[in-house]
């Protein structure tokens, strides 16, 4: 598959089948994200995948909307990261994520990004707050999102390169 294909396949899928994801499919898509580039190499980030149905049941209400597609996710892997490592935490999770979103696209499996960071969950509480009370991982830690998997129910259209607003590209000056 070429790059751009690759890019171009890469959509936010919401809706899944039951089907199991692969050990060697979820390792591959980890390993995508650790391979990120980061800020004076610092990787400050850490991932929590989560395969238990009840815990992305309850995941889903991370929330007070747009974390529904959790409950039906095969897994989805939590994003944090120590804030005391890199002052870039959020640019350096955002790449790790983009890896991981490219990496499960060209395994031909659906994912969706689940923003965490300045979210409330469906309790009122922030969307950290919960997910460090449902994850158990330290103050120290900051969640910038989690990234839903699954098997797509229907696999959306690619984006079509044609339709590329080549505008947005500036060369030498604005």
Known sequence: MEILDIFANRRSVRKYT????EDEALDKILKAGLLAPSGHARRPWEFILVRDKRMLERLSA???????????????????ADEQKQDVWIE?????????????SALNLGSCWVQARLRAAADGRSCE???????????NFKAEAILALGVP???P???????LNLSKIHKEKF
């Open 18 to 21: 039951d089907t199991p994801l």
């Open 62 to 80: 991370c929330r007070s909307s747009g974390a529904n597609m959790l409950k039906q996710a095969a897994a989805a892997i939590v994003v944090i």
């Open 92 to 104: 350096d999770c955002s790449v790790a994520l983009g890896y991981m979103h490219l990496a499960a």
């Open 129 to 139: 707050e919960f997910l460090r009370e449902a994850l158990g991982f330290p103050p």
């Open 153 to 155: 129910q229907q696999r």
């Open 157 to 163: 259209s690619p984006h079509d390169l044609q339709k």
